[in-house]
């Protein structure tokens, strides 16, 4: 028994791990367990994969399995992470369809998020690109699932959190793409009104997002920074920067956060001061488009190691939650307003537009999506809380790849497919067996 | 691009030992695996050659079969530039106190198999006049301990071995590197509490003994290791003897 986490470092519980070396191995190792559910690389902010007796890594599941550069199609284990993928195949002129805020997450933890990017409004989630994967269900047994082959079984294994069985592999296409770089569009939002506007006028584009300042008040209430990109091509790269890299590597971090640092480094000064400059930076370079490489631009965070660690000891919690496009200026100004009120707020607060997703327990609807962290303070589960009523109240959801305290109320009555999707692990038989700390605590 | 030079790794299906097979494959080279485990191999050669665009070939072979290691290496579409020896087996000390065969495999599969297959590659590489041998012996055979004396006395011979072939073969065109890896981190140890700052990732100790090809005798993957082991070493023999390790 060991005791693990999600990125968010809360909640934390004791389970078994076991790491099987291969499929066959990860069948023997979990037939006849109760209580199981299968962890990628733990990147899920709070107890989606944690099992509730013992947790399977799918860590021996690293091996890629085929690659076809007429089309594109790549087929992986489970376990092949991201970053693999960038390394082996943007060298080559290829990039995942969709990728999510960070590179270190595994193919089978995409799919069982059905995770969104900064092109969601466009591409929709990763689950919309899988043209195949290859299930182990609860029984034992190994079933090939895909939208057009057994589509129940597929549609509930994309965006299902790992509840359906554990996933081997996967097929999907990578896009071609002519350098690594991404020309860069920032717009500035002085107000939330201005932001919402932004986000719609920029849903041209393929990648879309708005980092939001939720300190500002009065007539700044809700300024943002939009940053809006496509794919650079190699006439724009020759154009804006003669003789660069066309695929520049991803650099190893050179920052990281080896300790805690204490709670009260965090409060209402250092972030206000901390938006207040970033704000400024990205104000600056608004107007003419500009270059940037793919991995600062998509993963901003993985320059800074175990970034959560600003954070404290007591961890963090992720809150991200999606508004129906009615309701969202309505709730998104309730929302932000208790934040600015509370003060130390989110450093990194972000918004989005999302369309419907596609699995049945996929988190995106259409409508616009807030992300915030926030460190784990006593007076921060009350104000969630509220934030989870007003969002549901709206129409809205949560995210349960980041949620780790939403309730069993708020859940239920978000998720409408729950029934269905309750119906389908009965026949497969994983009630009572594929059950992770998310799911008993959510009664899923 | 290192054109096309060509590396042969015995024991490709270990993590180390594919972690190694990356590093080469990533760096342009053509790898040949070897291994017991042949369907386990191919798997980890579909991976290298879906990873790396390049051409990757798979052969079988069990080193404490020793008739078969000169045939292998004959039948090798050519004599390889490069060797690396990532064969070994940990086994059970509790078990190796009680039971022979058990100990007879852990002391053949760590250092018999091995050394064996690299008489008969050093054999082939100094009638060339060129190549690298690296052997993945560990910091385990730097001082038998209680609980692992039996690998780590099969790892002690290899360790020896390994240097009496680099003396023997340094003025001949032939360089022996020896790795010692210290705890990785892997399938095996998921979940255990390393220590983070002697603890090396798979794809650290395959890009390690890519690094031997530039240079290097005794090549410890975190060096912090060479201090340790130092240190471990001068502890005299009265006192170590006490010590539960």
């Known amino acids: 028994m060991i005791e693990i986490a999600g990125w968010g470092r809360y909640p934390r519980h004791r389970t078994r791990l076991l790491a099987p070396r291969d499929a066959a191995s990860a069948a023997a190792l979990a037939a006849g367990r109760t209580g199981v559910v299968t962890r990628g690389n733990g990147r899920a902010y709070g107890d989606a994969a944690i099992g509730q007796a013992v947790t399977v890594s799918s860590r021996g599941l690293d091996r890629m399995r085929a690659f076809d550069p007429v089309s594109g199609r790549l087929t992986v284990e489970a376990g092949v992470h991201l970053s693999d993928i960038l390394a082996a195949f943007l060298p080559r002129g290829f990039f995942p369809p969709v990728v999510p805020g960070t590179k270190f997450v595994t193919v089978g933890g995409m799919i069982a998020s059905d995770v969104h990017g900064k092109n969601h409004h466009r591409e929709g989630g990763f689950g919309d690109h899988v043209e195949a994967l290859t299930l182990l269900t609860p029984s034992g047994e190994t079933v090939d699932c895909g939208p057009d082959r057994n589509p129940g079984l597929f549609w509930a294994t994309v965006g299902g959190m790992g509840l359906t069985g554990t996933i081997l592999e996967a097929t999907f296409r990578l896009k071609a793409v002519e350098t690594g770089w991404m020309v860069q569009r920032t717009v500035v939002a002085e107000n939330l009104d201005e932001a919402m506007a932004g986000l719609e006028r920029t849903a041209d584009a393929t990648y879309s997002v708005a980092w939001i300042d939720c300190v500002a008040r009065g007539a700044r209430f809700g300024r943002s920074l939009i940053f809006a990109a496509e794919h650079a091509t190699r006439a724009e790269l020759d154009a804006l920067r003669p003789g660069a890299e066309p695929f520049p590597a991803a650099k190893a971090g050179r920052l990281s956060v080896p300790l805690d640092l204490p709670a009260f480094t965090l409060n209402r000064l250092s972030v206000a001061a901390f938006n207040e400059l970033y704000f400024r930076a990205g104000a600056a370079k608004a107007g003419q488009p500009f270059l940037v490489a793919w991995n600062p631009y998509f993963f901003p965070l993985d320059g800074i190691g175990d970034w959560g660690r600003i954070y404290g000891r007591r961890g963090f919690l992720q809150h991200q939650c999606v508004i129906p496009p009615a309701a969202a200026k309505a709730v998104l100004t309730a929302v932000i307003e208790r934040l600015s009120r509370r003060g130390s707020a989110s450093f990194l607060a972000v918004l989005k537009v999302l369309r419907a997703g596609s699995g049945l327990m996929s988190f995106p609807i259409e409508g616009y999506t807030l992300a915030l962290d926030l460190h784990v303070t006593d007076d921060v589960f009350p104000l969630l809380d509220e934030i989870d009523r007003l969002v549901v109240e709206a129409g809205g959801r949560l995210y349960l790849a980041k949620d780790a305290r939403q309730s069993r109320e708020t859940f239920e009555a978000s998720y409408p497919a729950l029934s269905r999707f309750r119906e389908i692990r009965r026949g497969l038989g994983a009630e009572g067996r594929v059950v992770s700390q998310l799911s008993a605590r959510l009664g899923i | ?245």
């Open chain 2, 1 to 245: 691009m290192q054109g096309h030079k060509t590396v042969l790794v015995v024991g490709g299906t270990s993590d180390i030992g594919h972690a190694t097979a990356k590093a080469y494959a990533g760096a342009g080279w053509r790898v040949v695996l070897a291994a017991r485990n042949e369907a386990g191999a191919r798997r980890n050669a579909e991976d290298l050659a879906t990873r790396s665009g390049g051409p990757v070939e798979v052969r079988a072979l069990d080193v404490l079969d020793t008739p078969s290691l000169a045939p292998f290496l004959d039948r090798l579409p050519a004599l390889p530039d490069t060797v690396v020896c990532v064969v070994g087996e940990l086994g059970e000390q509790a078990r190796a106190q009680a039971d022979l065969d058990h100990a007879v495999q852990v002391m053949r599969t760590n250092f018999e198999g091995p050394a064996l297959l690299l008489t008969l590659t050093a054999e082939r590489f100094e009638a060339r006049g060129s190549g690298l041998i690296v052997g993945i012996s560990s910091v385990a055979g730097d001082r038998g301990r209680g609980s692992n004396y039996v690998y780590g006395a099969a790892k002690a011979g290899f360790t020896a071995f390994l240097s009496g072939l680099r003396n023997r073969l340094s003025p001949r065109g032939v360089r022996v590197v020896t790795v010692k890896p210290g705890f990785v981190r892997t399938r095996m140890t998921e979940g255990m509490k390393l220590p983070p700052v002697l603890t090396a990732e798979a794809d650290e100790v395959g890009r390690a003994i890519l690094g031997a090809e530039r240079g290097g005798d005794v090549l410890y993957v975190r060096p912090v290791w060479r201090g340790v082991m130092a240190v471990i070493r001068a502890i005299p023999e009265p006192v170590f003897k006490r010590l539960k390790l």
